[in-house]
């Protein structure tokens, strides 16, 4: 079963607002990780947090942690139009081999 | 980062028949992976491409019906075998461990549709 869940499964705001996503896990990880997706095409990594940090920043992302609730979530400030994208969670569980495990993803459509 | 490419980038086949998807990175990797995107879902990963022995595979995936290739840290190829309606997928392939990083970078995706 997949490991992350996100929330909403889609979110449709105007230029500017901000979006928020949340990601739910269900067992322990090294890393968490946030991808972008455009229109079925290849993913773009985003921003990946370590278990032991609770909040990283990258430009108009920012990413918190709460490993006692196994939940991540991600802002975007100030949206735009080419934000529309579907964003990914994606759960590292440590080790050697680099194996990511993947959430449902949340469409989120930027309103001009 | 690293620069990956895809061929073909998509495809329409007949069932029955069989496709081989080509990932090429731009610089030599250690880990190699391939998913698959079933329409409106998320990434699920197939096998990790091992170069010089065989693919490791996530259950529910078998060697028979996705043949994978690794013959060298730049390459590798995955096949789609006794293709149905219900291998209508994208294909991606990933690498990962580039200076010890967890990141992964894809690929731009195969689209296949199987008639």
């Known amino acids: 079963s997949q490991q992350g869940e996100e929330d909403p499964q889609a979110l449709s705001i105007q230029e500017g607002e901000n979006a928020t996503m949340n990601c739910s896990y269900k067992t322990s990880i090294n890393n968490l990780q946030w991808y972008r997706q455009n229109s079925g095409r290849g993913l773009v990594h985003l921003i990946l947090?370590?278990?032991?940090?609770r909040e990283k920043h990258s430009g108009r992302l920012r990413v918190t942690l709460d490993t006692s609730k196994k939940s991540s979530s991600l802002l975007i400030t100030a949206s735009r139009a080419a934000d529309t994208a579907s964003y990914f969670c994606a759960t590292d569980p440590g080790g050697s081999n680099y194996k990511l495990t993947f959430g449902k993803g949340t469409l989120l459509t930027v309103n001009p | 980062s690293a620069v990956i490419s895809q061929k073909p980038s998509r495809d329409i086949c007949q069932r029955g028949t069989s496709l081989t998807i080509q990932c090429q990175v731009d610089?030599?990797?250690?880990?190699m992976f391939w998913y698959r995107q079933q329409p409106g879902q998320s990434l699920t990963l197939i096998a990790t491409?091992?170069?010089?022995?065989?693919?490791?595979?996530e259950s529910g995936f078998v060697i028979d019906k996705f043949p994978i290739s690794r013959p060298n840290l730049t390459f590798s190829t995955l096949t789609v075998s006794n293709m149905s309606p219900e291998d209508s997928s994208i294909y991606l392939c990933s690498v990962a461990g580039l200076r010890n990083q967890e990141t992964q970078y894809f690929g731009p995706g195969t689209r296949l549709l199987v008639l």
């Open positions: 947090i370590r278990s032991n940090e």
């Open positions: 491409a091992n170069q010089g022995s065989e693919a490791t595979y």
């Open positions: 610089s030599q990797v250690t880990m």
